[in-house]
């Protein structure tokens, strides 16, 4: 074998430089890649939510058209055993038949409660539809409370019950002037909705996994009408910030935890929210909406403990976020602004 042989076979392999370089080169790459991939996957994330939001408001019209209005969003029911009103079912319930899910419905027992033992079947059983594809906690079934092994199923999505959701299921008058699409013991029929049905929320998101982990198991029940389940309101503006996450552990009252019945989401720089002509829209957070409390969520002045239905400022004004929650305010928005 020649010098020149065994040179050419010395240098048929790489250098420990060349090696590095070489690693150094894909790592750069895979940097460049990972956040495009990243992207891909929450476009397709969104892709699927949106499809979501339109089955859910397809459903919805449907039901309309069988009964000539919206569901009841938050039902009633006379518990005789504990002689007290219990609220019950969940608008989602309801427009069982319309989602494709014609046995769902046939196996609930509507004499009683949605949280009756003969009940917890459906309360476990998971709808897909109703599940944001980039919010992974929402696939996990819940216990009903501590101490149970009885399990219900979550939504990522809730009816729009207007800019506030009004307590008082021993005295329910004043839920009907709930100016949303969906309210306790009471339906909304289309001729209602005088804003316009293009700018009328229907269906608004809320990730569940933003909320904290000892009261997680509490809300956002796919079956149940309770505020907080499967409505939402506009008192706060869409992912007010991770302050006010923490509203819950301060006061147990619905009203006072932006991110257990207001909207939020985990796609980037806002929510999807379906209107009540059928359309689904992507809307920023950064949308017009009033003052509020960086702490709370809460618009400025307003005492969450004061007796209901709130009452604002004088010099607080509806931002266009809220007049997209309410029915019948009378406001003119453009598409330009939302």
Same mark, same amino acid.
């Given at each position: 074998?020649?010098?020149? &042989? ?7 392999? /790489?250098? =420990? ?6 690693? @150094? ?10 956040? @495009? ?6 476009? @397709? ?12 408001? %397809?459903?919805? #019209? ?7 209005? %919206? ?17 019950? #079912? ?11 899910? $014609? ?6 027992? /509507?004499?009683?409660?949605?949280? &009756? ?8 059983? $998971? %709808? ?52 949303? =699409? ?25 990730? #569940? ?10 809300? #956002? ?35 006072? $935890?932006?991110?257990? *019945? ?13 209107? *009540?002509?059928? $359309?689904?829209? /992507? ?9 509020? &409390?960086?702490?709370?969520? %809460?618009?400025?002045?307003? &005492? ?30 453009? *598409?330009?602004?939302?």
């Amino acid at each position: 074998m020649s010098d020149r &042989d065994r040179h050419d076979r010395r240098r048929s392999g /790489f250098t =420990l430089i060349e090696l590095l370089t070489v690693i @150094a080169i894909l790592g750069v790459l895979l940097a460049l890649l990972l956040p @495009a991939v990243q992207r891909a996957r929450e476009a @397709a994330r969104r892709i699927q939510c949106a499809s979501n939001l339109k089955q859910i408001a %397809l459903a919805t #019209h449907g039901y309309a058209g069988v009964w000539g209005a %919206l569901p009841i969003g938050m039902p009633l029911q006379f518990d005789v055993g504990i002689s007290s009103v219990r609220t019950n #079912h969940s608008l989602f319930i309801a427009m069982l038949p319309q989602l494709e899910q $014609s046995p769902v419905f046939s196996a609930l027992n /509507f004499d009683v409660n949605i949280r &009756d033992v003969v009940n917890r079947t459906v309360m476990t059983h $998971s %709808l897909s539809v109703l599940w944001c594809p980039s919010d992974p906690s929402i696939v996990k079934s819940t216990l009903l409370s501590e101490g149970m092994t009885a399990r219900v199923s979550l939504s990522s999505y809730a009816g729009n019950s207007g800019i506030w959701q009004l307590w008082g299921m021993q005295d329910p008058v004043p839920q009907t002037r709930m100016n949303g =699409l969906f309210q306790m013991v009471g339906s909304i029929c289309p001729a209602q909705v005088t804003d316009g049905f293009s700018n009328t929320f229907l269906i608004g998101e809320r990730d #569940h996994g933003l909320l904290d982990p000892t009261w997680a198991s509490w809300w #956002h029940w796919w079956t149940t009408g309770n505020y907080g389940d499967t409505l939402f309101c506009a008192a706060w503006p869409m992912n007010p910030g991770p302050r006010a996450a923490d509203g819950y552990a301060r006061r147990y009252d619905v009203r006072d $935890s932006a991110y257990i *019945a207001g909207a939020s989401s985990r796609h980037p720089g806002g929510c999807h929210f379906a209107f *009540a002509d059928g $359309s689904v829209r /992507f809307l920023r957070e950064t949308i017009d909406t009033w003052p509020y &409390d960086p702490a709370t969520g %809460l618009p400025l002045g307003l &005492d969450p403990g004061k007796d209901e239905p709130f009452q604002l400022p004088a010099d607080i004004r509806p931002g266009v976020y809220q007049a997209l929650a309410t029915r019948s305010g009378g406001e003119i928005l453009s *598409a330009e602004s939302y």
